[in-house]
Nanobody
């Protein structure tokens, strides 16, 4: 059974940092893509970043480029999202998702498995 468990969310002041973790299990880390998405109340789910296991390529939404960094530790089956310089527009529930075909990208329809989400709140 594929499982994704996010952690690391919380409350931080604007300009601060958080690191989210996505612990994955139930599939072999050979060829997959893990994406981070976020959804704020009343807004559509937005792709934030993704990483491909095949070549380590990464992608970022324009809104987070230069501030967020995605990385993976295949030995731990964990993907991280380091979020720096958090802004008042960043608060949302952040989800990680897995695409076991390795296509990835920032469109949420590509992904088959989702975690339960972790809340990020930014105070001004």
């Amino acid at each position: 059974e594929v499982q994704l468990v996010e952690s690391g969310g919380g409350l931080v002041q604007a300009g601060g940092s958080l690191r989210l973790s996505c612990a994955a299990s139930g599939f072999t880390f050979d060829d997959y893509a893990i994406g981070w998405f976020r959804q704020a109340p009343g807004k559509e789910r937005e792709g934030v970043s993704c990483i491909s296991s095949s070549d380590g390529s990464t992608y970022y939404a324009d809104s987070v480029k230069g501030r967020f960094t995605i990385s993976s530790d295949n030995a731990k089956n964990t993907v991280y999202l380091q979020m720096n310089s958090l802004k008042p527009e960043d608060p949302a529930v952040y989800y990680c998702a897995a695409d076991l075909e390795g296509l990835g990208g920032l469109g949420y329809t590509t992904y088959d498995y989702w975690g339960q989400g972790t809340q990020v709140t930014v105070s001004s």
